[in-house]
């Protein structure tokens, strides 16, 4: 069982929020209270998974009583609503005194009074160690009587302030429990409100200011409230309700239900709904809105009808707001468009692409060999979008086996299968909600597995292994892959409907052997965040001017991924500040000797590699060929890039002229001549 730490000054609040959560985990999670009035020494925490303190004053007093190393999180705080009748019995303009532990946390007290609406009344702060003033006769406690001061006549206890809300949610989160165990909080919460509307109707023909302060406190609430009397007329429409349907209370106080359906019949649809409908989900415009509706009895029957209506896009929002607090690091993407480096025109022509699709949520398709860098664009264009502050979730297929691929990423129930974790685990759809899912090398996803992500692709739902209750998702697919999809798609090894699903905003990355002029800026980045953690303090312009030419002219397979390891490699193995050739790897040492025994191109000469492209266009024009950039970039083994530098040059000098379609590129009678003259 998961255990939990409730901290407190006093014993009294340890014990009643220790209540609290018993009964709201009901034997899911052990929780423990500590009192630090009564610690002496420190305490070390072993069990606890999360610590819960009452207020900021245990928080920071906890430094001296406990050692742990578990998480830790403020309690937001509230007043149960059917103990604040006898406040509103204070005559209006009384000052009174909020007694609390400590001067801060009445403080917190008497603001959370004043949001709720109560405002008729003077609040003077006071706790142990702070002289009372003997005329203020009336003291308003949170259930500490003992700090009472000699002078108070009246005491109006208004109970210890209850865990608040987003405060549970945020440990159910925490803890990853069950999604019943905060229906059942939402239950009783409305349960309240229900009770709280009661004292309303009873005090309709007793204390006008009375019943206009508990209507108050209606008013303000963060709940949707709407009720309706027994004649079928509104006559409770707070100032939430205001905000989610666009209508001022004054406009709708006092009608008729029918009539407020032939003139807004979409927005009000859910006053059909039964008394007692639980989490009923409607829809209007843009919104949908999560209600639940009780009756209010009495010996005579139902008299009245209350609707407590949530936003759905509110309850997500606290749920990401609270997800976001305890995401993961691996869950939060760490590279910009910054950290894409490269000076190549092909490079900023990504980083291009990469603004423009950044700003929508279609699926983003990046392809390119491996060690091209596609996570590190797959980051960039998360950053870069709305959904920046979300989750940035990454998956590698090839790293999951195929029997646990479907609970990874859908989650599971609990039962579902031996082993299945109590409560049941939400799957990497879910943990993305709100931000990007990047599916790394999806070429090598599973057919069976492919059909199932179809569906969620398209419902926008998962469901998990095990379970009949399907969950929303929102978010953004990424996907990268270094294989042929279409020709997979051609052997039957990749579905044809989900590759059309997801190649919707494609990216190709060019390999390093494309882009040389990339080679050394990235290798002067691996330097500097290597050369430091290395212990070595060199001078990059030396360190590597005698193995540039090398480095230039390799192929790079591995691409930018190989290009890191090379430069480890130099720092590790040189003498000295300058990487000589005998330090190369050996991959990179055979290829410059075998470059030098078969004396290819000299690619520091511009001249020379002009005279071997004109040579090698007019070999390949004889035998009755054409010549195009990727021909003749192969058969020189020179990047692309050079070659078209090299062609433009060529052109201008009237050597060659390049002609559209497979023409290609021609060598016209000066070029020729050139050629034959040597």
């Not at 910009?336 to 929508?360: P, Q, T």
């Not at 990424?478 to 997801?502: C, H, M, P, Q, W």
């Not at 060929?625 to 020179?638: A, C, D, F």
Request: proline share 3%.
């Amino acid at each position: 069982m998961k255990a939990i730490g409730i901290v407190a000054v006093r014993r009294d609040t340890a014990s009643f929020l220790k209540q609290q959560l018993d009964n709201l985990f009901a034997g899911l999670v052990k929780v423990n209270p500590y009192i630090l009035s009564e610690i002496d020494g420190k305490t070390q925490i072993h069990e606890e998974s999360l610590l819960v303190f009452a207020g900021r004053d245990s928080f920071y007093m906890a430094d001296e009583k406990l050692e742990a190393s578990c998480e830790r999180i403020i309690a937001s705080r509230s007043v149960s609503y059917d103990t604040l009748n006898d406040i509103f019995r204070i005559p209006e303009g009384s000052t009174v005194y909020l007694l609390n532990d400590f001067y801060s946390s009445a403080l917190e007290t008497i603001a959370y009074l004043k949001e709720l609406g109560i405002t008729h009344i003077k609040y003077e702060p006071l706790h142990p160690g702070a002289k009372a003033d003997p005329q203020i006769k009336t003291v308003v406690t949170v259930g500490e009587h003992d700090l009472m001061p000699p002078s108070a006549e009246e005491i109006i206890d208004i109970g210890i302030r209850t865990i608040g809300i987003s405060t549970i949610v945020e440990i159910l989160l925490r803890l990853d429990l069950p999604q019943e165990t905060i229906e059942r909080f939402s239950t009783r919460y409305i349960e309240d409100i229900v009770s709280l509307l009661g004292e309303v109707h009873q005090l309709n023909n007793r204390n006008g200011r009375t019943r206009n302060q508990l209507e108050t406190i209606i008013t303000n609430v963060d709940e949707a409230i709407i009720s309706i009397d027994k004649d079928w007329y509104i006559f409770v429409f707070n100032n939430a309700a205001e905000k989610i349907f666009g209508i001022k209370r004054e406009q709708i106080v006092g009608k008729h239900v029918r009539q407020v359906l032939r003139e807004e019949s979409e927005k009000f649809l859910f006053l059909h709904a039964d008394a007692g409908s639980k989490n009923e989900i409607f829809q209007f415009d843009d919104k949908k809105i999560l209600v639940n509706v009780s009756a209010l009895q009495e010996p005579g029957g139902t008299f009245e009808t209350l609707y407590v209506v949530k936003e759905i896009t509110e309850i997500q929002e606290l749920e990401q707001k609270m997800r976001m607090k305890i995401a993961p690091k691996r869950y939060v993407a760490q590279y910009s468009l910054d950290d894409i480096v490269g000076v190549s025109e092909a490079i900023n022509e990504r980083k291009k692409m990469v603004r423009k699709i950044s700003r929508f949520d279609s699926p983003a398709y990046i392809y390119g060999e491996s060690g091209t860098g596609k996570e590190l664009f797959a980051q960039a264009i998360h950053l870069c979008s709305a959904r920046r502050n979300g989750p940035f979730v990454a998956v590698n297929f090839p790293a999951i086996s195929e029997s646990l691929l479907e609970s990874e990423l859908f989650g599971y129930a609990e039962g579902a299968f031996t082993g299945a974790k109590k409560g049941g685990k939400p799957g990497l759809f879910e943990q993305a909600h709100g931000g990007t899912l990047f599916l790394d090398e999806i070429g090598d996803s599973p057919l069976e597995f492919q059909i199932r992500l179809l569906r969620v692709l398209q419902e926008k739902q998962v469901r998990r292994l095990g379970d009949d209750k399907v969950i929303p998702v929102d978010v953004r697919i990424i996907v990268a892959t270094n294989k042929d999809i279409r020709e997979l798609v051609s052997e039957g090894k990749f579905r044809e409907d989900l590759y059309y699903r997801i190649h919707v905003l494609p990216i190709d990355i060019p390999p390093l052997r494309e882009r040389r002029e990339d080679i050394l800026p990235l290798a002067q980045r691996f330097w500097f965040d290597l050369a430091e953690d290395m212990g070595k303090k060199l001078d990059f312009d030396n360190f590597i001017n005698d193995v540039k030419l090398t480095l230039t002219s390799y192929d790079f397979p591995g691409n930018v991924r190989q290009l890191r390891n090379v430069i480890e490699y130099l720092i590790c193995v040189t003498d000295g500040g300058t990487a000589q050739q005998k330090d190369l790897p050996p991959e990179l040492r055979e290829t410059h000797e075998q470059s030098d025994r078969t004396q290819k191109i000299d690619v520091t000469s511009a001249q020379a590699l002009k005279k071997e492209c004109l040579q090698k266009i007019l070999e390949r024009s004889e035998a009755g060929l054409q010549s195009g950039r990727r021909t003749l970039s192969k058969e020189l083994m020179v990047s692309e890039d050079k070659i078209k530098k090299t062609i433009k040059s060529l052109e201008e000098e009237g050597f060659v002229i390049t002609l559209c379609g497979r023409k290609g590129i021609q060598i016209t009678k000066k070029g020729i001549e050139t050629v034959k003259k040597g």
